[in-house]
Nanobody, 123 residues
Framework: EVQLVESGGGLVQAGGSLRLSCAASGFTFDEYAIGWFRQAPGKEREGVSC????????YYADSVKGRFIISSDNAKNTVYLQMNSLKPEDTAVYYCAAGATSRIHVPREYEYWGQGTQVTVSS
């Protein structure tokens, strides 16, 4: 059974940093693409940062390039999203997802989702 459990969200001031973690089980990163997505109130879910080990592709949304870094720890089967220089517009629920897709930035391509973790950036 595939499971994804996010942690690390919280309240931070603008300019601060947070690191989100996604503990994965039931699959390996060689099998599925992994992505971080976010959804703010009244907005559609959007891709933030994703990678596929099978084809070596990595995606960052333009809005987070240079500020966010996606990484993984194979031994722990955990994916991280280091978020630096946070802005109020980064406020959203952040989700970790896994799926067998090459369109790694497209939310509907992902089959498995975590429960989400709230990130709130105050100005």
């Amino acid at each position: 059974e595939v499971q994804l459990v996010e942690s690390g969200g919280g309240l931070v001031q603008a300019g601060g940093s947070l690191r989100l973690s996604c503990a994965a089980s039931g699959f390996t990163f060689d099998e599925y693409a992994i992505g971080w997505f976010r959804q703010a109130p009244g907005k559609e879910r959007e891709g933030v940062s994703c990678f596929s080990r099978s084809d070596g592709s990595t995606y960052y949304a333009d809005s987070v390039k240079g500020r966010f870094i996606i990484s993984s720890d194979n031994a722990k089967n955990t994916v991280y999203l280091q978020m630096n220089s946070l802005k109020p517009e980064d406020t959203a629920v952040y989700y970790c997802a896994a799926g067998a897709t090459s369109r790694i930035h497209v939310p509907r391509e992902y089959e498995y989702w975590g429960q989400g973790t709230q990130v709130t950036v105050s100005s």
